[in-house]
């Protein structure tokens, strides 16, 4: 199994542009999550999906991001128009129970 | 504000030697805890978990106490090998409705000295 996979590894924008991270987890895992990891506030969960359906989505920081999951093998993290301060890694995360999380390797976004 | 909390960013332990890392939390609510331990450029993996009914759970090398009297729980590494320098997290559950919600705390950087 290839595992959670995510792309891309790394992304530099300027400030203004749209900016798309992608994801596809494990083959048959149920849930899909959407984290961020910053210095200040560590690993947050920004927004999760139940068989494709988003459940959770009050850790979205404002309505400049979006994410979807148009089907069981690939999910969207849109940041539109992306600022500097959503500088971060942004992990994906899949389960098939709740709790033991497989997490992808991550996109760096760095934006100047 | 924080729920869940791991006051230490960094501790250093000598290879052989036990690493322990702690964490508190403030929700009483929690019902499973969670450890996640992760390397550089790669994502958290999951480590080791315990339930709210138990106070300990051991897992080879790793164990895992938890105090819910005082809100808190600690890994133990015994021994502890150079292979466990990373980040560790700790985490905690909470079901809301219908669904369960887990929290991460900020880290702590473990460097194990050969």
């Known amino acids: 199994d290839a595992g959670v996979i995510q792309s891309p590894r790394h992304e530099v924008t300027e400030m203004g542009q749209e900016v798309t991270l992608r994801c596809k987890p494990i083959s048959g895992h149920d849930y899909l999550f959407w984290y961020r990891q910053t210095m200040m506030r560590g690993l947050e969960l920004l927004i999760y999906f139940n068989n494709n359906v988003p459940i959770d989505d009050s850790g979205m920081p404002e309505d400049r991001f979006s994410a979807k999951m148009p089907n069981a093998s690939f999910s969207t993290l849109k940041i539109q128009p992306s600022e500097p301060r959503d500088s971060a890694v942004y992990f994906c995360a899949s389960s098939l129970w709740h709790y033991g999380y497989t997490f992808g390797s991550g996109t760096r976004l760095t934006v100047v | 504000d924080q729920q869940v909390k791991q006051n230490s960013p960094s501790l250093s332990v000598q290879e052989g030697r036990i690493s322990i890392l702690n964490c508190d939390y403030t929700?009483?609510?929690?019902?499973?805890f969670l450890w996640y331990k992760k390397y550089p450029a790669e994502g958290p993996t999951f480590l080791i978990s315990?339930?709210?009914?138990?106070d300990k759970n051991e897992d080879g090398r790793f164990t895992v106490f938890l105090n819910k009297s005082a809100k808190h729980l600690s890994l133990h590494i015994v021994p502890s090998q150079p292979g466990d320098s990373a980040v560790y997290f700790c985490a905690a559950s909470i079901r809301e409705t219908s669904y369960d919600k887990v929290i991460f705390g900020p880290g702590t950087s473990l460097s194990v000295i050969p």
């Open positions: 929700n009483s609510m929690f019902d499973y």
């Open positions: 315990i339930s709210s009914i138990k």
